[in-house]
């Protein structure tokens, strides 16, 4: 052995310290905790300790555990340049869903043309099918990239899992981008109807190497 190797960069010996998650430090800028009955949970910069600019060059947002008031809901969000005054970036996105059920009769996976956005204005699905048993949540990440720039528009990209409503584990990768070239400074994160009744987001931001 020849010692640790810091991010095991041009070295063939020794033992391996993986490269940092992100690549770079990562920073715990805010946590929201649902009070079990939220329409909404929002992160505006600005506002209650939250930064959302160009101090980081990623943000990503943690959920866990999100529980939602009635079955069969979408998780979802959108952006605001605005400060939160208006939710309808225009976006294009795309995802593919994946499912299987607790009895292993039933298995997909799935471009889910349905919930995608064309340049649309609407909000964003990060999950879909909730099941609202006392058991049943969802846990996922969204990265948001650059969202501070002024020249580019804002990619982001998205996994989440949830127990699906009639017992199947529902998997979703999202990704698109908001076509914007104004900063990005508030993100909202809801259901599409009726409310969040648990769970909580945690946002980081990620610093360069």
């Known amino acids: ?18 490269v940092a998650a992100g690549g770079g430090t990562w920073t715990l800028i805010k946590t929201l905790t649902s009070g079990g009955s939220d329409s909404d949970l929002s992160f505006v910069d600005g506002s209650d300790d939250v930064t959302l600019d160009s101090t980081y060059p990623i943000y990503v947002f ?19 340049i ?24 039933q ?19 990060l999950a879909k099918s909730f099941g609202n ?4 949540s969802c846990s996922g990440e969204l990265w948001l990239f650059n969202p501070s ?3 580019f528009m804002k990619h982001w990209i998205a996994r989440s899992n949830n127990v699906q409503y009639q017992d199947y584990t529902m998997g979703v990768l999202n ?7 104004s900063a990005v400074d508030a993100i909202r994160f ?16 990620i610093g360069d190497s």
Not at 175 to 181: D, E, Q, S
Request: proline share 0%.
């Open 62 to 80: 943690k959920w866990i555990n999100i529980h939602c008031e009635t079955d069969n809901k979408e998780f979802e969000f959108n952006m605001s």
């Open 149 to 151: 720039s002024t020249t």
């Open 1 to 18: 052995m020849s010692g640790i190797i810091s991010q095991n960069v041009g070295r063939t010996s020794g033992l391996v310290k993986a």
């Open 175 to 181: 990704a698109g981008y908001g076509n914007t070239t």
């Open 190 to 205: 809801q259901m599409d109807s009726r409310e969040i009744q648990g769970g909580k987001i945690k946002m980081y931001g």
């Open 133 to 136: 048993a006392n058991d049943e």
């Open 107 to 125: 298995a997909a996976f799935a471009y889910s043309q349905d919930t995608d956005l064309a340049q649309g204005t609407g909000f964003s699905m």
């Open 82 to 105: 605005d400060t939160g005054s208006n939710y309808n970036v225009t976006k294009t996105d795309t995802s593919i869903l994946t499912y299987h059920s607790e009895d292993d009769s």
